[in-house]
């Protein structure tokens, strides 16, 4: 498939019913499933809250701020900040055109996620290009007052939602400003750099097709001896240009890049049965020796890829797949013990 023909499929975030009518569709990439997800908000509610289930969920970004709350079981989030296991009563923070992807970890899990237009931080013009350091959000006892508020406001957004009584969108509405005050008020910041091109429409192809040429040559070769350097003269381009460019637009080096294609892809290879041995599946993956490839596998998700193969070979979930409809009625209980002002 060329490049240029990329299709557009609808990215299923299984999202309810009862939620205000929005569209949401992703350019994907032909190998890696690098996807540029546009997400359409409602004039009157710039916002999209809904439960799912993360099975595997791959690289990919889009122009809303995301809000995660994980309601039971585990789950992988990959962000430019690195690797984030986030578990149950735990938060997580996507910002604004970042790229992302996730994964279970074998077993059921229940996030809520509130999805939300960086224009609806009205008060705050940089805040679509504001990075916030969540490091220590959900462990650090001097953040835990903010950490209690932000899924309290999160609850309590969601069942205004469920009810829908009178008033309810200036209730979101609320909430949404709340949200970011908090975070403002509670979080350290950066700000990235102006006019992220992901977020100019006349500007993203372009950059899609940039950078899709990029994930497909290292999806292709990832078995191989992969550099910054090789890519850029199977491309044409200078190494100091992809460089930069990778990490203007991704938050990571390219580096970091490799490494998280390659277990992404021993991920997928030990979740199999009948994968050979460690060190089969570390050189199919382009790791140069086992030692290597334990040593990266353990940095990133906290164990060896044997204890992981232990675990988790009864797992299920394929690459590319998106979010898995999640039970509303269990969802609602677990949610409940957070909502901040008693609902009837």
């Not at 960086?118 to 504001?130: E, M, N, T």
């Not at 199977?234 to 890049?257: N, V």
Request: include cysteine; charge should be negative.
């Amino acid at each position: 498939m060329a490049l240029e023909d990329v299709p557009v499929g609808v990215f299923d975030d299984g999202s309810p019913s009862k939620a205000p009518t929005c569209s949401s569709t992703a350019v994907e990439g032909p190998a890696l499933g690098w996807q540029v997800e546009r997400i359409g908000f409602p004039v009157e509610l710039p916002v999209r809250l809904f439960f799912h289930d993360v099975r595997d969920v791959g690289l990919h970004l889009h122009s809303a701020f995301e809000l995660l709350l994980v309601l039971s079981g585990e789950v992988d989030l990959h962000t430019a900040a690195g690797l984030q296991r986030v578990r149950a009563g735990e938060l997580a923070l996507v910002h604004a055109g970042e790229p992302h992807a996730s994964h279970d970890l074998g077993g059921a899990n229940l996030v809520l996620c509130l999805q939300l237009d960086p224009a609806s931080a009205r008060h705050d013009p940089d805040f679509r290009r504001r990075r916030f350091e969540i490091e220590g959000l959900n462990s650090e006892a001097p953040l835990r007052p903010l950490r209690d508020r932000l899924r309290g406001l999160l609850a309590s957004m969601m069942w205004e939602q469920r009810l829908q009584r009178p008033g309810w969108k200036l209730e979101m509405e609320a909430a949404v400003l709340q949200i970011v005050s908090c975070l403002l008020r509670g979080l350290p910041s950066t700000l990235c750099h102006e006019g992220h091109p992901m977020l100019l429409p006349e500007e993203e192809q372009a950059l899609g097709r940039r950078l899709q040429r990029v994930c497909q040559y290292v999806q292709e070769h990832v078995a191989e001896p992969v550099s910054v350097g090789s890519v850029a003269q199977a491309l044409g381009w200078s190494s100091g240009y992809l460089a930069r460019l990778f990490k203007a637009e991704t938050g990571s080096t390219f580096g970091q890049f490799i490494t998280l294609v390659r277990l992404r892809r021993a991920i997928d290879v030990l979740s199999r049965p009948g994968n050979g041995t460690l060190l089969d599946v570390a050189l199919a993956c382009g790791f140069p020796n086992a030692k290597a490839f334990n040593l990266a596998f353990r940095r990133a998700l906290g164990c060896t890829p044997g204890e992981w193969r232990l675990a988790h070979r009864e797992a299920t979930g394929g690459a590319g797949s998106a979010y898995g409809a999640a039970n509303e009625l269990d969802a609602m209980r677990l949610l409940q013990p957070y909502v901040e002002s008693p609902f009837c």
